[in-house]
């Protein structure tokens, strides 16, 4: 299994994933336009893929899904709730290519099995998904306010997270968003600040040669960099080796990750 984080962060987010028989995207929060640009980018084709899972109804992960849908005749999965809340901007999508997911429940789509888990967000019912192939796996787990022991369990194993690193708690706070925002975005119901990522991760990891995808980081209250050290020093401190026992990556607001196996070991 093959994948690529096409987008990441508040200003759109999308990820392709391969198998042998399977083309899918998580998410479509770009423009049908620059979905496709992506894809292309990264040797993919909108016209190929077998069906967009949705996470949750905000815009930055769905902004594309009713152009795709309805110019590929493309299968769109979500749980009713987030059915229920889509954006109208999203447009009208064939009755036919609507897919109701329970969330709690594993879909089968051609030779992949996606789990949906329950996240704290706010939003009408999102979800984090694992995906498992033969023996790989990865998991998407972005848009949370904290990281609940159900998700530690059932992440915990996979070859490959792609994993929210939303905020540094010092740049949001010093920073210019109005109060009521910045306290949604500190909540249970809002994003992952660089501690908390990290302290997670340590629940999570192994140390077999996991690769973390940081993701969705906020472009006003982050930087990469800071990101990327944060986790890495509270990693070490857990006496796991970045580098070694762990890779840490980088994703892009504006460009796709290179196609990777999801497994490297
Ligand atoms: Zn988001
Ligand atoms: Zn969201």
């Keep these: 299994m093959n994948f690529s984080v096409l987008a990441s962060g508040s200003s759109g987010n999308s990820i392709y994933i391969e198998s042998r028989r399977a083309r899918i995207l998580i998410d479509a929060g770009l423009s049908g336009k620059q979905i496709e640009e992506r894809l292309k980018q990264v040797g ?22 009713g152009v795709l849908a309805r110019r590929y005749q493309i299968p769109i999965y979500m749980n009713e709730a987030t059915w229920k809340h889509l954006p109208r901007s999203v447009g009208a999508i064939p009755e036919p290519l ?21 996240i704290s967000h706010d939003a009408a019912e999102p979800v984090a998904f694992s995906i498992h192939y033969e023996q790989e796996s990865m998991a998407v787990v ?20 792609i994993w929210e690193c939303n905020h540094d708690v010092e740049m ?3 920073g210019s968003y109005p109060w009521n925002v910045k306290r949604r975005i500190l909540s249970d119901l809002g994003h992952l600040s660089n501690d908390d990522s990290g302290e997670a991760l340590t629940n999570i990891l192994r140390g077999k040669g996991e690769q973390v995808y940081l993701a969705h980081l906020s472009k006003d209250n982050n930087l990469s960099e800071l990101a990327h050290l944060t986790v890495k020093e509270i ?27 999801v497994r490297l070991r």
Excluded: M
Aim: hydrophobic share 35%.
């Design 172 to 174: 949001l706070r010093i």
């Design 142 to 161: 972005t848009d949370l306010g904290y990281v609940s022991e159900r998700i530690i369990q059932k992440v915990t194993g996979v070859d490959t997270l």
């Design 44 to 65: 993919g084709n909108p016209a190929s893929l077998t069906a967009i899972l949705v996470t949750h109804e905000h815009i930055d992960h769905v902004k594309g899904i």
């Design 98 to 118: 609507q897919k109701i997911f329970e969330s709690n429940s594993i879909i089968e789509l051609e030779d992949l099995q996606i789990e949906s888990i329950p």
């Design 235 to 261: 990693l070490t401190e857990a006496g796991l080796s970045v580098g070694k026992d762990v890779q840490l990556f980088e994703t892009y607001p504006h460009r796709p990750t290179p196609l990777k196996p």
